[in-house]
Every structure is written in structure tokens, then in C-alpha cells.
């Protein structure tokens, strides 16, 4: 699958074949890695566009059929779920910056946080070249939408200065993504026939951030407030300060996460085996926390001690 989506990018980021209203053209596959393609249709002067793909039978499905996506319902739902992931802090910072370096760090959320802003206002011609640039291919489940994002195209658009048209073009001489350098996003979408048309329904969470990157978070830092401590305690830093500077990151954030030692055991056992609250986010975790263990349960959706 990965390879057949690599072999059409190259075409893709020099605007081969690219539709001139669609923005997902030569981006979009079924989940057997048949390409959709743009087509549309007039009824009563109005246009309506879709991304058309033939039937994928095969031993498992011998009676499948084509499907007629509606083009705005997929690009909207692609859009959101890409804006979501820039807007988000906790998922910028395990998928695309480097943690370790405060200063790229926030640069890369404050860059990720204005292109969220601007993505859904630019021209459609800007958000091709954007989503030519950065992706490698979305393919269309029968549940989900997965977005396959070249991390490295992704963090220098971020980590470079924007002009008023965002600059893509300028960072476009790299090739193809390497199967680790791809970043998988999901969106929930579920294809619904009702008769001869076909809808893509999109779950009411299909923009919030990825549960399995947000328990990426705070496995990590759980992991860092206990190495932290440690060299804390065992002199390999005089304090906080020296620690941080060790580190090479932002006092402020060092402080915070250092807050992590102090947890309650069964919350800890709690986020190490998955079964914190579905919203308790890294944020949520350094957000003032308190020393005193009930209190800590309280705010973070613990309600009891856990068994």
C-alpha cells in the first residue's frame, strides 16, 4: 500500500494531475489501495462533485461495490481532522517537534496553532499545495479516514517563517516520505448507503485529539518526572535550574512535569495501563497540580481511590 501511494507522489508535489477543484485528487485510496478519482455530476444547473472508485471485490468481499464519496463531505472532514492535529499542542509535540528542545518546541505550537487558524480561510489553491506538500495519501476505511502526513514535510513548513502565502513551495525538495517518517492520523467516518447514494458519516468526536497520542503523552511524562527526579536526587543536577539547563528546555516546563513524581501511586498504575479518564490530557495533568492525593483524584476525573 505504501509503496503504491510513493509512486504517484512525486507527481502530486509538482502538480501533475491535480484537479483543479478537487484537493484531494491523487491523494485519496480505498483501504485495498485503489485510487478514487475526481468526477461530478449536473442536476437542474448545479454541480455536485464526488471521488469516484471502482469496485475492490476480492475473495473476502466478492460482492463489493464502487463507491461515490461526496467530494465536500471528504475534504471537510480531512481538513478538520488535520486542523485539529495543528491546534493541538500535547499530539504537535510527540509527532513533529523535539521535546527536548524548548525553544523548537514552542515554536513549532505557535506555528501549528496559526496555520489551524488559517487553514480553513486560505484559497483552495493554498490548501492543495499544503495538503500536496505534506501528504502522502488518505485512505478511506469503511469506519475511519486515515491521513498519512510526512512528518518531516510537516515540521519545515512549521519551523520555517511564513509569508502571507505560507510559503510551501519553497520547501518542496524533498522526496518521497519513508514509511517511519509517516505520521497516521484518523478521523471516525462511517459509509452509509441509502439506496443508490452514498454518505460519509463522520462521528461527533472526529476532530478531538487522537486518544492513542494523548496516552503517548502522558506515559512520557511520567517518564520524565521520575528520570527527572532522579537525577535530582542523586546529585546529577544541583536543582531545578541546573536541570533544566542540563536539558537544554524552559524552567517552567521542567517544574511542571517534575509535578509528575509526586502522583498518586494508583493514578500512576492508572495511566500506565490506559485506564485514566478518556479526557485527561497532558495539559490537564500539569495544570496546578496538588500535593495532596485526593485532591490530585478530584481534578483529574478520579473520583475515588482506584483498586
Not at 519545515?156 to 511564513?162: A, G
Not at 492520523?185 to 492513542?212: F, K, W
Not at 503523552?217 to 544541583?238: P, V
Amino acid at each position: 500500500m505504501q509503496t503504491q501511494l510513493k509512486s504517484t507522489h512525486q507527481g502530486r508535489r509538482t502538480g501533475i494531475g491535480i484537479d483543479s477543484t478537487s484537493l484531494l485528487a491523487g491523494l485519496l485510496y480505498d483501504e485495498h489501495g485503489k485510487r478514487f478519482t475526481p468526477s461530478h455530476t449536473s442536476r437542474r444547473g448545479k454541480r455536485y462533485r464526488y471521488y469516484f472508485c471502482p469496485a475492490s471485490a476480492n475473495e473476502k468481499n466478492p460482492e463489493a461495490k464502487a463507491i461515490r464519496l461526496p467530494a465536500g463531505d471528504l475534504e471537510r472532514l480531512v481538513l478538520r481532522r488535520l486542523q485539529a492535529f495543528l491546534r493541538s499542542a500535547t499530539e504537535l509535540m510527540d509527532q513533529i517537534a523535539n521535546a527536548d528542545h524548548a525553544a523548537i518546541v514552542q515554536k513549532t505550537v505557535n506555528a501549528g496553532s496559526k496555520l489551524s487558524k488559517r487553514l480553513v480561510s486560505i484559497s483552495s489553491d493554498e490548501q492543495r499545495q499544503l495538503l500536496a506538500r505534506v501528504m502522502q495519501g488518505v485512505v478511506v476505511h469503511p469506519n475511519r479516514v486515515e491521513l498519512l502526513i510526512s512528518r518531516l514535510a510537516l515540521r519545515q513548513i512549521l519551523n520555517k517563517n511564513h509569508d502571507e502565502r505560507l510559503g510551501y513551495e519553497a520547501t518542496q525538495a524533498n522526496s518521497h516520505a519513508s514509511e517511519s517518517d509517516v505520521l497516521r492520523l484518523e478521523a471516525q467516518a462511517e459509509i452509509r448507503r441509502h439506496g443508490m447514494a452514498v454518505r460519509l458519516v463522520a462521528a461527533p468526536y472526529s476532530d478531538t485529539t487522537n486518544p492513542a497520542s494523548t496516552a503517548s503523552s502522558l506515559l512520557k511524562a511520567i517518564a520524565r518526572a521520575f528520570e527527572w527526579s532522579r537525577r535530582l536526587l542523586d546529585k546529577t543536577a544541583n536543582s531545578q535550574s541546573d536541570l533544566a539547563g542540563q536539558l537544554g528546555m524552559n524552567h517552567r516546563y521542567v517544574d511542571k512535569v517534575l509535578q509528575c513524581a509526586f502522583l498518586a501511586p494508583d493514578i500512576v498504575e492508572a495511566i500506565l495501563a490506559g485506564s485514566h479518564p478518556p479526557d485527561l490530557s497532558f495539559a490537564k495533568l500539569i495544570a496546578n497540580l496538588p500535593l495532596d492525593w485526593a485532591q490530585q483524584r478530584a481534578q483529574l476525573g478520579f473520583s475515588t481511590k482506584l483498586n
